[in-house]
């Protein structure tokens, strides 16, 4: 059916209102991931309600964390010096003009191989603001994706806010498609590592498109700490990477060549550091 | 059904429309209003056909509803084309067989003027970083690399 | 002073496009920048499944949707059949307009809607309920030559019947020349290989498409971006059985074509519907249809066996082609032929024997793609002369020289060489990029004036 109606809140207020009244109402922000699907036909929705107005694009900084509003573009994100590796994963993402439209909270909910963007949040620990009617919570983005397509977003709830702490240590990000830019991917890694001297106190290594959705590599993650950031350490934390992800077959790349590629970048990131 | 009127700046002209709810720029502007130069190639942002200009910003028209840019400034490829003779972008394409078919090139040459309002004198590099989002199947795209190097020269030389 | 001696005025010089002037302002007017304002909109249900019995389709939801105007079935057209291969003298036609009895490949139009949008038309299409028994498929060339594999063609095999084959255990397209027996047995070296193409989407930035109107007078027009206007006029109206001057052709304008646009798909559905409705009709594809069902370039599956000498050259080629036509024949038997003649290369080789299978499968049906059934065969015999230099021991460069053919002599499929340059070619090209050439090879010559 043609949609019949289309709201555009200019409030968050407004827009939980809507949420409320309208529990099926299909929520969009750039519109990059719902309009080729409306566009299609293949998604068929009579109400949608778009966030571009409703003042959630605001981006702030304070005591070590970066709050980014949800509808951020990536544009803006690639414009904001704090995080570099936000840069970089921004970056990443479509081409200029989809950069222009879409939105860091939308790359939350877009179907696997996306989440390009996502990865490297969650390399940083990023934490989500969802909001209802019934308060606001703060849930960590490794509990946030809960299964293929699904996440802890309640019924009435909105992503409102990312949190980032501005990283301690030194971060890398990389991404492998099979064209240049504006392309789906292989495989995308973000990693953070913090030094004690010359070992590994702490360090994060985040894939995508190995998994139903952003995944944090956490046996690769523990080969390293305490070690020497060397190729001996990079080798085997990348090795455990590869064996631990649940790549998959798509159009883009077979499960097999995902694998392989997961040792291939984690250990190429990772070399980054050193 | 819910039709809202909606007003906007399209292509230096202030228009009043009545949009139908989720009605795109894309369908705007071809359908109710004619300008068929912005091109329709997926509906899915994928091939940067439907570009336009947004306050100066490229966006993929397809996915945009015309309520989400009320009041703002809208250009498409019939809006940078003068009453006589070319724009230098459209005659750098011209003179450098950038265009073949033809359905990518309005798409294109709003990019490079966005670019070009930016840098004007843009290296290799950042043309090809700026045209990551648009789709040529006949070119090969090395045309209208030169093409944009020859744009931002007779740009800049006037 | 002759012609020959007069001063070329345009050859030589760079002459800008008669159409880029349209292209760079958005002037120039697609198929999809045409609108009426009584226009409708066809949309098409598709096979969800590769290979099944069509039981029964209800259209009862569908016709609740707002704005539905009809569905078109099999039982509307009048000559259900797409005719392409009649026109160029290569028959059977066997693919339905619209599906009968059975569908073949995932994609497969089984019935059309039309709509007063767009929107509605999908949402239609969407509430089509097909009755569908799953049949056995069949995905890979060789797989379907076997014994057992299931058969999809009415006359009984998985493959094409050649009109003048005169081997029945083994219908192939053939050339045979010398005997390559002999030239095996007298070679120092057999050099055996496979090679696997990819079917290849065209993609054009313009869907294929096409808007058919009536007109007052009783013709119709139609718009349309086919890379092939009279032909699809001929078949239009070959498959609506109206004599081809009811039907006006506009078209010329192609967003991209590189042969995707040559199958005469959109054209006769959307005059029918155009015809039964009376209102102008729009039939084009979604950048998914343009994608998954439409044609794409066959893909084939090459095996080479050469016997060659230490001194690199070919004594006998032997090449086994399989070309993947898909659910349906489209242009592929032709392609066979064309693949056929040209497999064995530009190369003076005394025995070869080729054999070219069009293969059925329930994929995608394949068709004409640039280099149509060559480009894929140069890929193999390219790679096979590289991997004959490396078997010899000799250089690449040296192996195409020594083999080259040259003016005047036969080539397999018994045409006589004429207008090589292949020799003259490569010694400009490895000018071009800085290899030294022995003397040898660059006073060869192929021969002109001989």
New interface residues.
């Given amino acids: ?6 709201f ?1 809140p200019q409030s968050l207020d407004e827009a939980l209102n809507i949420l409320a009244e309208h529990p099926s109402v299909l929520t969009m922000a ?3 991931i719902a ?2 699907l ?4 293949i998604s ?1 929705p009579e109400m ?1 309600m ?1 966030l ?2 409703a003042g959630l694009d605001m981006v702030s900084q304070s005591n070590g964390t970066v709050s980014i509003g949800a509808t951020t573009t990536f ?1 803006q994100i690639m414009d904001m010096d704090s995080i570099p590796m936000l840069q970089e994963a921004a970056r990443n993402v ?5 950069r ?2 879409a939105t860091v909270g939308g790359n939350l909910f877009s179907p696997p191989p996306s989440g390009d963007f996502a990865v490297a949040l969650l390399a940083l620990d990023a934490e989500v603001k969802l909001v209802s009617h019934k308060g606001e919570r703060m849930v960590p983005l490794s509990e946030f994706y809960t299964g293929f397509m699904t996440t802890a977003l309640e019924p009435g709830e909105l992503l409102t806010e990312i949190q980032v702490p501005v990283p301690e240590g030194q971060t890398a990000y990389l991404k492998y498609g099979r064209r ?3 392309t789906p991917a292989v495989v995308a890694v973000a990693v953070h590592v913090v030094m004690d001297k010359k070992k590994v106190k702490d360090a994060r290594i985040a894939l995508n498109a190995v998994a139903p959705h952003p995944i944090r590599a956490t046996q690769a993650e523990g080969a390293l700490v305490g070690s020497a950031l060397d190729e001996g350490s990079i080798a085997a934390a990348a090795a455990a990477a590869a064996e631990a992800c649940e790549p998959f077959t798509d159009s883009i790349a077979s499960e097999w060549y995902r694998r392989k590629m997961v040792d291939v970048y984690v250990q190429r990131t990772l070399a980054r550091l050193v | 059904m819910a039709s809202k009127i909606v007003s906007l700046t399209l292509n230096g002209r202030e228009i009043e429309i009545m949009v139908k709810p989720l009605m795109t720029v894309q369908t705007l502007v071809r359908e109710q209003l004619g300008y068929t130069a912005t091109k329709a190639g997926c509906k899915q942002g994928g091939c940067g056909g439907c570009t336009v200009l947004v306050d100066g910003e490229p966006m993929q028209s397809c996915l945009l509803p015309v309520e989400d840019i009320a009041g703002r400034q809208v250009t498409t490829l019939e809006g940078l084309t003068p009453s006589d003779g070319l724009h230098p972008i459209q005659e750098a394409f011209y003179e450098n067989f950038a265009t073949q078919c033809g359905f990518c090139t309005p798409g294109m040459i709003l990019v490079v003027k966005a670019l070009l309002d930016r840098n004007p004198s843009p290296s290799r590099e950042e043309i090809v970083d700026s045209l990551t989002g648009n789709y040529c199947r006949c070119t090969g795209y090395e045309p209208i690399i030169q093409a944009v190097s020859d744009a931002a020269q007779r740009m800049n030389g006037r | 002073m002759t012609v020959a001696e007069q001063p070329l005025n345009v050859v030589g010089q760079s002459v800008n496009r008669r159409d880029g002037l349209g292209h760079v302002t958005g002037k120039t007017v697609y198929v999809d920048d045409i609108s009426f304002p009584d226009m409708l909109h066809l949309k098409m249900v598709r096979s969800p499944v590769p290979h099944a019995k069509i039981n029964g389709i209800d259209f009862s939801e569908a016709e609740k949707v707002p704005g539905f105007v009809r569905a078109l079935t099999h039982k509307d057209v009048p000559k259900n059949v797409y005719t392409i291969l009649t026109l160029i003298g290569v028959g059977p036609d066997e693919e339905p307009v619209l599906a009968e009895d059975k569908v073949m490949y995932q994609g497969e139009q089984v019935a059309a809607i039309v709509a007063e949008t767009e929107q509605a038309a999908m949402e239609a299409v969407s509430r089509v309920k097909l009755d569908l028994e799953e049949l056995p498929a069949v995905f890979d060339v060789e797989e379907a030559l076997k014994d057992g594999a299931p058969i999809l063609k009415d006359w009984g095999t998985n493959y094409f019947v050649y009109d003048y084959e005169y081997d029945l255990q083994n219908p192939s397209r053939k050339v045979r020349f010398g005997d390559v027996e002999k030239g095996f047995a007298e070679a120092d070296f057999i050099v055996e290989e496979r090679y696997q193409t990819s079917p290849i989407e065209h993609a054009p930035t313009e869907t294929t498409g096409c808007i058919a109107k009536p007109e007052p007078d009783g013709r119709i027009t139609v718009y349309t971006n086919t890379q092939a206007l009279f032909f699809t006029l001929d078949n239009t109206a070959l498959i609506l059985q109206v004599p081809f001057q009811k039907l006006h052709f506009v078209g010329g304008t192609v967003g991209g074509g590189f042969g995707g646009k040559v199958d005469v798909i959109v054209e006769p559905i959307a005059t029918l519907a155009a015809m039964l409705t009376g209102h102008p009709v729009r039939y084009a594809f979604s950048r998914e249809e343009e994608m998954r069902s439409s044609s794409s370039r066959g893909a084939w599956r090459m095996c080479f066996k050469d016997g060659v000498t230490k001194d690199g050259r070919i004594l006998a080629r032997q090449v086994t082609s399989y070309a993947d036509a898909g659910a349906y024949n489209r242009h592929t038997p032709y392609a066979v032929t064309k693949h056929a003649a040209n497999v064995a290369g530009p190369y003076r080789i005394p025995n070869v024997s080729i054999d070219a299978y069009c293969v059925y499968t329930n994929r995608q049906p394949s068709s004409a793609m640039r280099g149509f059934a060559v480009t894929p065969a140069s890929f193999a015999t390219e790679v096979q002369m590289d991997k004959i230099a490396e078997t010899v021991g000799m250089d690449p460069w040296e192996i195409r020289f020594i083999n080259a053919y040259r003016n005047g002599e036969m080539r397999p499929h018994q045409k006589e060489v004429e207008d090589a340059t292949l020799i003259e070619v490569m010694q400009a090209a490895a000018e071009l990029v800085g290899h030294e050439l022995s003397e040898d090879y660059k006073q060869m010559s192929s021969g002109w004036g001989e």
């Fill in positions: 059916m043609t949609t019949k109606e289309y555009l750039g519109g990059t309009m080729p409306i566009n299609g036909g068929m949608v778009g571009r107005q544009s479509g081409g200029w003009a989809i222009n439209m240049y830019a504006n």
